[in-house]
């Protein structure tokens, strides 16, 4: 099992910058796809960015495409969500997850194909 650990949220303004970081337990990080997810009030919980094992394929939603940018330290057990030029739409609580998968080169923009999740850092962004 894996547990999650979310941290970095903040609140920050229009044009600012901040870096979400994800910690996680156990021994067999580099073994999970990672993913950045966000819900806003009232609003579902939709796909940031992803990450494969190896970080050698990462994906980026359109919304947050070239202002955020997903990476990881297998040797930290750490995967982090680097967010610049932020916008008041971009206020959310931001979640983690990790997919178990024995390809190195999948990532998952789909939620429902996430294994384990974090609780949460809140992300404020004021105009």
């Known amino acids: 099992q894996v547990q999650l650990v979310e941290s970095g949220g903040g609140l920050v303004q229009a044009g600012g910058s901040l870096r979400l970081s994800c910690a996680a337990s156990?021994?067999?990080?580099?073994?999970?796809?990672m993913g950045w997810f966000r819900q806003a009030p009232g609003k579902e919980r939709e796909f940031v960015a992803a990450i494969s094992r190896s970080s050698s394929r990462t994906y980026a939603a359109d919304s947050v495409k070239g202002r955020f940018t997903i990476s990881r330290d297998n040797d930290k057990n750490t995967v982090y969500l680097q967010m610049n030029s932020l916008k008041p739409e971009d206020t959310a609580v931001y979640y983690c997850?990790?997919?178990?998968?024995?390809?190195?080169?999948?990532?998952?923009?789909?939620?429902?194909?996430?294994?384990?999740w974090g609780q949460g850092t809140q992300v404020t962004v004021s105009s």
């Open positions: 156990g021994r067999t990080f580099s073994e999970y796809a």
């Open positions: 997850a990790a997919k178990r998968t024995y390809v190195y080169g999948n990532l998952y923009s789909n939620q429902y194909e996430y294994d384990y």
